[in-house]
């Protein structure tokens, strides 16, 4: 490259340079022409210079300019480009002064990194912070900044505003005091109350409103709160403090609407507003209820120590009287003065125990969790009472000890009371105990145990009672729910026992009226056993006529031949011997007749062995006359001739019951050929005879009827029913075995198990 | 003696009783009362109305209870042959049984007498038979 080359080269730079510049400036002027320009900074001598513009964005500026709140374009160095007056105003310095400027300028040493960082930041985003600047003045002013960086006439610059907290930092603070002064008042361990210039109750802590037990506010405060000063036997008024009345640790009475009684220490001072007027007041109130008793108790407890160390003193006073009265008296008696000495010392020990005794006794006393009193036995009135009775009664000890123990009690229970302590009293009995019922300060009724001991005075007269008194309404009311129970177990007890014994009667009704049905079936019982023994009684007397018709019939004829042998002559000495003969025969017969039936119907009240085939012998002989008359054929078959055990009689009296029945059947029913076939075996141990006919059967629907009592075919002549029942009877029940019937092939067939 | 008077023609007479001693008796007893009179004397029924047959007797003596054939059926019998025989009945009960017995099968029973017989009974029963037969004669 040659060096003209090289000239040419930088003449043709520096021309492209030249023609930008001055595109720049065209563009600045036809910027500025349309208004886009709102300022420029001239670089002079005295160094750069802001000139401002007016144009197109006149409201714009308006609204920038009468806005509250600071605002400012700054250069990207943090100069200021511009700002408004508000800007001007907040940072206390001239506008013309601030423009140039920077305005980290002004940001406390604190803040600067936050500020620095935020403006850093703002190409990226914009948000606000809150710092703290310093006016021209010195000021510390708390600002809210919010900047954006903008691309403002090619040249990147930053939008600020600031926001003056100031107002809004004060209300802050203003509110926090508020918060502060409330919650002081509420953690007070005191009753704190505000009162408004009328005395209404503006403010009241937490304790005040507990101490009244009611909503305090916007109500009178003497009316809520009637305080008393017993120092000065006056009344306390809201009314003081308001007018300008200082009142430091006044000792106050407060009575509660439910009578329950506060002591107090009263502080009260007047409000005032900051023209010195005064706007209303405060009162304090601190409880000091508690210490107030503590307080009695400990003089009660420190006056009876006071009385029984006088007493002590007296008496060793005395004994130093006596001891020197001794010692004046007699040499001799020295050593019982000693005696003596040691005497004194050894009740000044037990002074000293007694105090101690008293002490413990006091504190025992009060800490007891039981409730505890002392009263004048004479009177009744509580002269001591420990903090669990004023629990238990809800009086305080100040009002319990001008009581007597009468007051509480519930008057039912008041007269009893009276009756077990009057001992007590007259001093004839050492202790008592009751349990009763108090009527307690809000009225509710509680049941206590009352166990009391009589302290006596060196006299032996009574001097006071000492009673432990513990709560026993839930015991009480766990007997009143246990003794209900036990009441309603009695009522079911009573029930059930009523319910039994109404059953019992009726199982005694039922039972009497079942023995008079087995009475009934009894008679009824012995009634077919009657009935059936005539039955049989009746056959025997028919068989017994039958036996005897013919033989009385021979005789007859034989005695009466004898008187017409006589007439014709004929009657001789041997014809004579034959009718005796003959009629003697007859006699015999019959009397043996006779003897048969007898041993028949002798019931055999004892069981005895017999053979089978000896009483089917026996039974037949009876009847076989009869059955011979009917030309009915007997035919016994005896297989084996087993051993019966049982009443023989009445075994036969079944037999001969059945072989009548069999004879009536055959005879009425005209039966061809008529027979009767008995067998007579053994089936393993058991006898059996059976007594079959040939009558044609018994008909089917009668055959599970024949055993039946008065059941019969036969007219009412002829059969009474209880033939076939009576054996059965005699049969199963006496004898153990079965008598059963069937029809064979032609007949029926009864068998006989025994 | 009545008899006597009418002993042209002898009357006969029929014993039926089964029962051996009685009947023995009674034969002679009337036998000897009665000498001139035809005896027969059967033991029971059938024997009694096949002699019947034989003889035509004019008087029955009979008893009722008797095998093979009662009295009551025999004279049933001998009346359908000689209505006109003459029944005396010896029984043990004498009551209604045997006039119902008898009335029910249409015969007509002359007599009857209860046992243990009595001579003087029954001879007037056979004294009263014989007087009808002489009438009728």
């Known amino acids: ?754 | 003696m009545e008899s006597m008077i009418m002993a042209k023609q002898p009357v006969s007479m029929l014993l039926v009783e089964d029962e051996n001693t009685n009947r023995e008796l009674l034969y002679t007893i009337l036998t000897k009362k009665y000498p001139d009179l035809l005896f027969q004397a059967a033991i029971n029924g059938r024997t009694g109305l096949e002699l019947f047959k034989t003889h035509q007797p004019d008087i029955v003596i009979t008893d009722v209870n008797m095998p093979e054939m009662g009295g009551v059926q025999m004279a049933e019998r001998i009346l359908a042959i000689k209505p006109n025989t003459k029944f005396i009945v010896l029984t043990g009960d004498c009551g209604k049984n045997i006039s119902q017995d008898s009335a029910a099968k249409g015969v007509e029973i002359d007599h009857c007498i209860t046992k243990p017989v009595s001579f003087a009974e029954l001879f007037a029963a056979i004294e009263q038979c014989l007087g009808e037969i002489a009438q009728q004669n």
């Open chain 1, 1 to 754: 490259m040659t060096t003209a080359d090289r000239f040419r080269e930088d003449f043709l730079t520096e021309i492209e340079d030249l023609r930008q510049r001055l595109e720049e400036s065209q563009e600045t002027l036809r910027a500025i022409g349309s208004g886009e320009v709102d300022a420029f900074v001239v670089s002079g001598p005295e160094g750069e210079q802001v000139f401002t513009l007016t144009g197109a964005e006149y409201p714009y500026r308006v609204l920038v300019e009468t806005m509250n709140e600071g605002a400012a374009t700054l250069a990207a160095d943090g100069s200021i480009l511009y700002c408004n007056n508000r800007l001007s105003a907040m940072l206390q310095v001239p506008l013309e002064r601030l423009i140039g400027t920077q305005l980290s300028s002004y940001v406390t040493p604190a803040d600067l990194p936050l500020f620095e960082a935020r403006l850093g930041k703002c190409t990226e985003e914009c948000d606000k912070d809150e710092i703290t600047m310093i006016t021209g003045a010195g000021n510390a002013v708390s600002v809210m900044i919010s900047c954006c960086a903008a691309e403002i006439s090619g040249n990147r610059e930053i939008g600020m505003v600031i926001t003056d907290l100031t107002q809004q930092k004060r209300n802050e603070e203003t509110m926090a005091a508020e918060k502060l002064a409330r919650s002081i008042i509420e953690q007070a361990g005191e009753a704190i109350i505000v009162c408004d210039e009328g005395g209404r109750i503006i403010r009241a802590s937490r304790l005040a409103h507990e101490l009244c037990g009611e909503n305090l506010l916007l109500k009178p405060f003497n009316e809520l709160f009637p305080l008393r000063i017993p120092e000065t036997e006056s009344q306390f008024s809201v009314l003081a403090p308001l007018n300008d009345a200082r009142l430091e640790s006044v000792e106050v009475e407060f009575k509660r609407s439910d009578d329950q009684i506060y002591h107090l220490i009263l502080n009260a001072a007047p409000l005032k507003c900051v023209q010195n007027r005064i706007s209303g007041c405060v009162v304090s109130l601190t409880d000091i209820t508690e210490r107030k008793k503590a307080e009695d108790a400990l003089r009660q407890s420190e006056d009876r120590l006071q009385a029984a160390n006088e007493e002590l003193q007296a008496q060793s006073e005395e004994l130093q009287s006596q001891s020197e009265e001794i010692q004046a008296q007699s040499e001799e008696l020295q050593a019982q003065n000693h005696e003596l000495t040691r005497l004194w010392e050894e009740s000044k020990r037990a002074e000293e125990i007694l105090r101690a005794s008293e002490r413990d006794y006091a504190a025992m006393f009060e800490s007891a969790i039981v409730g505890k009193a002392q009263a004048d036995p004479a009177t009744g009135r509580f002269t001591r009472v420990n903090r669990t009775l004023t629990e238990i009664t809800g009086y305080s000890a100040e009002e319990l000890c001008r009581m007597t123990f009468v007051d509480i009690t519930h008057p039912d229970d008041r007269q009893r009371d009276l009756q077990g302590f009057e001992p007590v009293r007259s001093g004839t009995a050492g202790s008592w105990q009751i349990e009763k019922r108090y009527t307690r300060k809000d009225g509710s009724i509680i049941w206590v145990e009352v166990a009391g001991n009589l302290l006596r005075d060196g006299n032996g007269r009574p001097l006071r009672t000492s009673a432990v008194i513990q709560d026993i309404t839930e015991r009480k009311q766990a007997e009143e729910v246990l003794r209900n129970l036990n009441e309603i177990l009695e009522k079911q007890v009573a029930i059930r026992t009523a319910e039994l014994s109404a059953n019992i009667e009726k199982l005694q009704v039922e039972t009497a009226e079942r023995i008079q049905a087995v009475e009934a079936l009894r008679k009824n019982e012995q009634m077919l056993i009657l009935q059936s023994r005539q039955a049989a009684m009746g056959e025997m007397i028919g068989n017994i006529a039958h036996q005897w018709r013919q033989p009385l019939n021979t005789l007859a004829l034989t005695v009466q031949q004898l008187p017409l042998f006589h007439d014709l002559g004929e009657l001789t000495r041997e014809s004579l011997n034959k009718s005796v003969l003959q009629s003697m025969g007859l006699i015999k017969h019959m009397s043996s007749t006779i003897d048969d039936f007898r041993n028949f119907f002798s019931p055999g009240k004892e069981k005895i062995e017999f053979k089978a085939t000896g009483s089917v012998a026996n039974t037949l002989s009876l009847v076989e006359d009869s059955f011979n008359k009917q030309n009915i054929d007997i035919q016994v078959i005896a297989k084996k001739d087993p051993t019966i055990y049982g009443f023989q009689n009445e075994y036969a009296q079944v037999l001969l019951n059945i072989l009548n029945n069999a004879r009536d059947v055959l005879t009425e029913r005209e039966t061809a050929d008529p027979r009767v076939t008995i067998t007579i075996c053994s089936e393993g141990e058991r006898s059996v005879v059976a007594i079959a006919d040939n009558a044609g059967g018994i008909p089917a629907d009668i055959l599970d009827k024949i055993f039946e009592p008065y059941f019969t075919t036969k007219g009412p002549q002829a059969g009474t029913g209880v033939g076939l029942f009576m054996s059965k009877t005699i049969i199963e029940k006496n004898m153990g075995g079965r008598l059963t019937a069937r029809n064979s092939a032609d007949g029926a067939e009864f068998r006989i198990e025994v």
